[in-house]
């Protein structure tokens, strides 16, 4: 079954501290994985997209990472600012047009 | 730039009522979407278009209809709503297939039926 799984649920960190989420999947065939943020009351926006030769992404502080042969991504964020609280959500592609949603992780960020 | 638009933003209905939630994107793309986002979930795709006149199921599509006349325009009907259907609704749209294609939400559709 096509699954994607996210840790932790949630998360607290304080502002300027770095933290990783983590994405899990069993997608097959893999075409492409995404991370997405989404503030509260808003859709989502992408962040990044890697494909299966790809393993490391960058956009601004957010650094994605991806292992296809153990099937694990990681989203990396610098620097934490208090804007960066919000749901990050990974999404899975399966050639055939198949997209897989994790639940997301909620980040927060303290003063 | 608008994106994807979707309107209403909130919306209460009783059970039994139908509705439409309209979703409109400029950005000429072909592929169009809806899901439900529930508490603890991952999104669900409900129905998708291709293009103009082309529309399918996904994996949630029962109480759901769509059509697909204009490239911009994706309309959800509720046709006779149900508590189960209290959920965020969100219109997606990307240009082409997934391989490498960017997909844009839109801001989202609060839906409660009481």
Redesign the interface.
Do not use: H, K, Q
């Given at each position: 079954k096509n699954q994607?799984e996210q840790s932790p649920q949630s998360l607290i960190i304080l502002e300027g501290k770095n933290c990783t989420l983590q994405c899990n999947y069993t997608v097959s065939p893999f075409?492409?994985l995404?991370w997405?943020k989404q503030d509260t009351?808003?859709?989502?926006?992408?962040l990044t997209?890697m494909?299966f030769s790809e393993n490391t992404k960058s956009n601004g502080r957010y650094t994605a990472t991806l292992d296809a042969d153990t099937k694990q991504s990681s989203l990396h964020i610098t620097a934490s600012q208090l804007s960066d609280s919000a749901s990050y959500?990974c999404v899975v592609?399966a050639?055939g047009?198949k997209?897989?949603?994790?639940?997301?992780t909620i980040l927060r960020v303290k003063s | 730039n608008a994106g994807?638009t979707q309107t209403p933003k909130f919306q209460v209905l009783k059970t039994g009522q139908s509705m439409t939630l309209q979703c409109a994107q400029d950005m000429n793309h072909e592929y169009m979407s809806w899901y439900r986002q529930d508490p603890?979930?991952?999104?669900?795709?409900i129905h998708y278009s291709v293009g103009a006149g082309i529309t399918d199921q996904g994996e949630v599509p029962n109480g759901y209809n769509v059509s697909r006349s204009t490239t911009e325009d994706f309309p959800l009907r509720l046709l006779s709503a149900a508590p189960s259907q209290t959920s965020v609704y969100?219109c997606a749209s990307r240009r082409g297939?997934?391989?490498?294609n960017?997909?844009?939400?839109?801001?989202?559709s609060w839906l409660t039926v009481v």
């Open positions: 994607v075409s492409n995404r997405y009351g808003r859709g989502p926006v992408s997209i494909t959500i592609s050639y047009n997209l897989v949603f994790g639940a997301g | 994807v603890g979930m991952g999104l669900r795709l969100f297939p997934l391989e490498g960017t997909i844009y939400f839109g801001e989202g």
